[in-house]
């Protein structure tokens, strides 16, 4: 019998890919707040996850053996300028589902990321006690401290950024605007002042996957690419594999929401995870950006290949 997997926020650009590669081996049982999913073989309700008894009730109707929190804003700049929403999606409905799962015996995993570190210019190893210098860094970081010390049995995946294509057709990612734009000639504005590592989101939950299939339990991994980019640089060499115009990314610097009054004007910003413990654990190696975007490419591939 398939093993049930609650995942709150299905909808979400993460929960959605997750729920795609992982219908055919798990029963998905997912949540959404505002955009509906109607996907054959998979029961998906609506959920506020900040509404603490009825969180409870849907986990207690379901009882999965693993529930997965994907839901909340990920959005720095939303995050920064509507900072009571953020703290309560990513904090509050976090531990509503963290404490259902952990009343039903659920493993809970949670989807963090290196926003939780303050971006120094560093190898950050996952014993690095979080520093937060964003609204989005904080409320991730009270979480993880959260699910560390009241669950029994979690997972907690640190994130470099992540990138693809997702389920809501409102609410397109960064990386779909890079495609659309550059597909059509039209110049892409890209940050050069934050350093991270990318990774297809299809390949983290291939970690993912791995992780569960291990029994892997009470640890936080760092998950991402061996090596690290900036927006514009990722940019210019997702158009160099994808043969687009180079020429049409532009490079702006500035625009990450920090504390200015804390932080100098032009200041850059490091967020490295070593993933060398999650390499050791699997037994593997995670990939270059160049290698994952090579991976994105023979992806979408074989994608529009089915598709026609």
Known sequence: MKKTILIFGVSSF???????LLREDYRIIGTYYKTPVSIPGV??????????DYVTSVVGRFKPNLTIYAAGMSSLRECHLFAKQADA???????N?????????????????GYVLPGENVLYREGET???????????????????????????????ALYGRGYNPNHHTWFEHLQASLAKGSPVLADDSVHTGFLDVHLMVRVLRSLLDSGATNRLFHVSSRDFLTR?????LYARTFRRDEGLVQ???GRFPVDRNKTPEGSTFHFRLDSSNLEEFLGTKMPTIEESLAHTQRRLAELSVRSS
């Open 89 to 95: 999606l990513n904090s509050a409905g976090a531990v």
């Open 232 to 236: 514009y640089d990722f940019a210019r």
């Open 43 to 52: 029961t998906c309700i609506a959920c506020d996850v900040l509404k603490k």
């Open 251 to 253: 490079r702006v610097s």
């Open 130 to 160: 979080p520093y937060p210098k964003t609204v989005y860094g904080h409320t991730l970081s009270s979480t993880e401290f959260y699910v560390q010390r009241s669950c029994l049995n979690y997972l907690i995946l640190r994130c470099s």
């Open 14 to 20: 993460v929960g959605s890919n997750i729920l795609e």
């Open 97 to 113: 589902c963290c404490i259902a799962s952990e009343r039903y015996g659920s493993k809970f995993i949670y989807l963090s990321s």
